[in-house]
């Protein structure tokens, strides 16, 4: 079965400084893996996307994360985190043609 | 419509009713999902349509819960005799077709059981 693992429950960083979010992931084959955020009261958007191909990806705005198949990780980052980041961000896995599993999300926390 | 549209956005509820839900997904989107959200929990997989059938109900938590979607359109999950541990946040999302593409989510309906 598949699992996803987000180990920090908070995170709380300056304004302006670089932020990761990790995500573990357990999946028998190759996953295609997903980074979502929901702002407070708000729906899930997508950030990024990963299904093959270069491991570093670009998502909306400037976060990008890093397929590790090693590590079984899918880490999000952020070089100059802004307060309207704040919110709680989502790592999810799936495959082609299968539902999507969740992490239990990170809330991130900005501070002046 | 422009996105997802989720009915009621906030429901209390006295315990032992029933509650429907309604989700009203992008035009054109053959899946539609549910997923329930509990505080400190993430997002738990209730069900999937694709068209109106739906091939997998392994997420439905008890057999008080049922959906439904027809048109291929709107869909309706339904919670009979609601207890105080249904109470959550209950999300639906919609994609163009079930191949683990990017899903739209709704705001959610919260539901409150009393």
């Known amino acids: 079965a598949q699992s996803v693992t987000q180990p920090d429950i908070h995170i709380t960083v300056s304004e302006g400084a670089s932020l990761e979010l990790r995500c573990n992931y357990s999946?028998?084959?190759?996953?295609?893996l997903f980074w979502y955020v929901q702002s407070p009261g708000q729906g899930l958007q997508l950030l990024l996307k990963y299904f093959s191909g270069d491991t570093l990806v670009q998502g909306i705005k400037g976060f990008e994360a890093e397929f590790k198949r090693s590590q079984s990780s899918f880490n999000l980052r952020k070089p100059s985190v802004h307060w309207s980041d704040a919110a709680e961000y989502f790592c999810a896995v799936g495959a082609r043609y299968s539902t999507l599993t969740f992490g239990k999300g990170t809330m991130l926390l900005v501070s002046p | 419509g422009a996105g997802v549209s989720q009915s009621p956005s906030n429901k209390v509820t006295e315990k032992g009713k029933d509650v429907e839900l309604r989700c009203d997904p992008i035009?054109?989107?053959?899946?539609l999902y549910w997923y329930r959200q509990s505080l400190g929990q993430g997002l738990e997989f209730l069900i999937y349509f694709q068209g109106n059938s739906a091939p997998d109900k392994s997420g439905l938590p008890s057999d008080r819960f049922s959906a439904e979607r027809t048109g291929g359109s709107v869909s309706t999950l339904t919670i009979q005799r609601t207890q105080q541990e249904d109470s959550a946040v209950y999300l639906c999302a919609s994609s163009l077709e079930m191949a683990a593409g990017e899903l739209f989510f709704g705001e959610g309906s919260r539901l409150t059981v009393l």
């Open positions: 035009s054109g989107h053959t899946a």
């Open positions: 999946y028998g084959a190759t996953p295609y």
